[in-house]
């Protein structure tokens, strides 16, 4: 049984600054894409950032170089970093994994879901 749980999230104001967590139980395939992704209230859920096995990343254009993903294999734990924060990053911050090494933009290509963090970002 794969399990997901994200920590990390809070309440800070705007250009503040957060790390999530998502720790991962459960065997998956370590050759298998990480992401994290946000919905923000009244949106669909969309893809905040994603690393594959060699350590490559992929970011939403809304990211605008203010977040980083990263993970610790040892203790099997996903990372985002996240500074300047905007009250519009508002939302509820899930960590995924694929069932394929490729990573994909598309949210129905992911398999493992937490059950999400909220974010909020007071003006």
């Known amino acids: 049984q794969v399990q997901l749980v994200e920590s990390g999230g809070g309440s800070v104001q705007d250009g503040g600054s957060l790390r999530l967590s998502c720790k991962v139980s459960?065997?998956?395939?370590?050759?298998?894409?990480m992401g994290w992704f946000r919905q923000i209230p009244g949106k669909e859920r969309e893809q905040v950032a994603s690393?594959?096995?060699?350590?490559?990343?992929n970011y939403a254009p809304f990211v605008e170089a203010r977040f980083t993903i990263s993970k610790d294999r040892a203790e099997n734990t996903l990372y985002l970093e996240m500074h300047s924060l905007k009250p519009e990053d508002t939302g509820v911050y899930y960590c995924?994994?694929?069932?394929?090494?490729?990573?994909?933009?598309?949210?129905?290509?992911?398999?493992?879901w937490g059950q999400g963090t909220q974010v909020t970002v007071s003006s």
């Open positions: 995924s994994v694929e069932d394929d090494p490729w990573c994909s933009s598309y949210v129905t290509d992911w398999v493992y």
């Open positions: 690393i594959d096995s060699d350590g490559r990343t």
């Open positions: 459960g065997y998956i395939d370590p050759t298998y894409c």
